[in-house]
């Protein structure tokens, strides 16, 4: 037996001022949409916005359902537009924030892994890696330069 050790780096931001400016302001519109988000049952708030390739930018947020787990995550919800919309255009970026209805949420809360898988289909797609950019209401933000980062054993259409 031998032992593998998997490693990745991202990028931390003390704040959103570190923030490029066009970063700043997707994560603005992300942090506009928790307004829309459904979440009724969690009173747990996401919003993601997707940079596409062609400068077109789009916002989903989670809905939720109460026949658990039909609901949506916002992750899926902006995929989902951007391929509704621009089918043959690549998502460059997807920036994610959250806010909870009870308590103040300080720190970066990363794609659950469906939406982690999904935003691997559209890298694979297009074969390019897409920015994930993670803050929650307040404090750090995080950013990985592909979903492979954060789902090293990943599966992919090469594997069928």
Avoid: W
């Avoid at 991202?10 to 490029?20: D, K, Q």
């Avoid at 919309?85 to 998502?91: E, G, M, S, T």
């Avoid at 970066?108 to 694979?124: D, S, W």
Wanted: with cysteine; aromatic share 6%; net charge negative.
């Amino acid at each position: 037996m031998k032992e593998k050790e998997l490693k990745f780096s991202l990028r931390v931001f003390e704040n959103v001022n570190e923030l490029s400016k066009e970063d700043a302001l997707l994560m603005a519109a992300a942090k506009n949409a928790l307004k829309d988000s459904y979440s009724p049952y969690s009173n747990f708030k996401v919003a993601a916005t997707v940079l596409l390739a062609n400068g077109e930018t789009l916002t989903g947020t989670n809905q939720e359902n109460a026949a658990f787990p039909v609901g949506i995550c916002a992750e899926g919800t902006a995929l989902s537009a951007a391929s509704a919309l621009y089918p043959n255009v690549a998502v460059k970026k997807i920036v994610i924030t959250v806010k909870s209805g009870t308590h103040v949420i300080n720190h970066p809360v990363a794609p659950c892994g469906i939406c982690r898988q999904r935003i691997l289909e559209y890298e694979t797609r297009f074969n390019n890696n897409i920015e994930i950019i993670l803050m929650g209401e307040e404090g750090e933000v995080y950013s990985v330069a592909t979903v492979k980062d954060i789902l090293p054993l990943n599966f992919s259409k090469e594997d069928l």
